[in-house]
Every structure is written in C-alpha cells, then in structure tokens.
C-alpha cells in the first residue's frame, strides 16, 4: 500500500511540475491559450495528489520523500522539453578582433544576417560588434562558425521576446 502510494505521488509530480515548468515558458514567450489550458491540467493534477498525501492514514517519510523527488524530477524533464519542444529566437552579440572584419561575410554565406558596428575594447583596441537574430536551433552551428573567425570571441546570448522584420536564420 505504501509503496503504491508513493509511486502514484512521485509520477504524478513529475507530470503536474512538468506541466508547470512548461507553462511558465510558455506565459513569458506569450502563449497565453496554451499555457491557461495546461495550467488548468496542472493545478487539478497538483490538488489531486496533494489531497490523496495529506489525507491518507499512512504516517511515513516515505510520502515526503516522494513527493519532493516527483518535484525534481518534474523539473528537470519540464525544462528539458521546454527546451525541445518550444522554439524561439536567440539575440547574439559578438565582438571581435577588428582583423576578424574581412571574415563576416563567412557568417553570412551561410545564410546568417549579420549587422556589424566598430567598437573600441578596454585597452582601447578596434573591435567589431556583430548583432546576430537566430532561431534557436541554430545556435550551435553560428557559435562554431564564430570560433573559427576568432576562438576568443565574446559572445552574449539572449532569448528573444519579439522579432519584427528583418532577416534571420
């Protein structure tokens, strides 16, 4: 009896904390349809396996342990599909060597649009600036194209609320 309470409280938290962490992405990219349905799904599983530990006659740690280890787990397979499953767009800032300059159009024959200002660093040397717009399964194919221009490139990755006009890859 103990053990079956403890593996329906456990799986159950991994789908509600799921759930959860799904629809928190979801609200801060504007989903806002998606996340209400899924948030209701989540909170009746949530009251659903509260009221079931709390109200047995069971008294065991086991319950606890449980529940939190659901809420973990629950955690990481929630931002782990976040990550899979919802698409977006990453914003990269890039500077550069300033010698780097003729090889930014090797970023942008594969299909990248890349916009390029002249900046100065800390010890007052010529850098370039480079302000990427990319879908987020991209990513790793421009931070390899980046590195074989200047392996020391600084690089500042943002996900992106909004992109209106323009190009992106």
């Known amino acids: 009896m103990l053990l079956s309470l403890c593996l329906k409280i456990f799986f159950a938290r991994i789908v509600d904390v799921s759930l959860a962490t799904f629809v928190t992405v979801l609200t801060v990219k504007s989903k806002r349809g ?3 349905i ?4 989540d909170v009746i599983i949530w009251f659903l396996v509260v009221r079931e530990a709390l109200n047995t006659k069971i008294d ?12 973990a787990v629950g955690t990481f397979i929630g ?17 550069l060597d300033y010698l780097a300059n003729d090889q930014i159009d090797s970023i942008r024959n594969e299909g990248f649009a890349v916009s390029q ?8 040397t010529k850098k370039l600036m480079l302000f990427i717009e990319v879908d987020k399964k991209s ?10 221009i200047d392996n020391n490139a600084f690089m ?3 996900e992106t609320k909004l992109v209106e006009n323009g190009f992106f890859k």
């Open 60 to 71: 065991s740690i086991w319950i606890a342990l449980s529940y939190a280890a659901g809420y």
């Open 117 to 124: 200002i002249e900046c100065t660093g800390k010890d007052n």
């Open 156 to 158: 500042v990755i943002n």
């Open 34 to 36: 998606v996340a209400t």
């Open 139 to 148: 990513l790793n194919t421009l931070k390899k194209i980046i590195s074989k």
């Open 38 to 41: 899924l948030g209701f799904i």
């Open 79 to 95: 931002t782990t599909l976040s990550n899979v499953l919802i698409n977006g767009k990453i914003s990269v800032q890039v500077i």
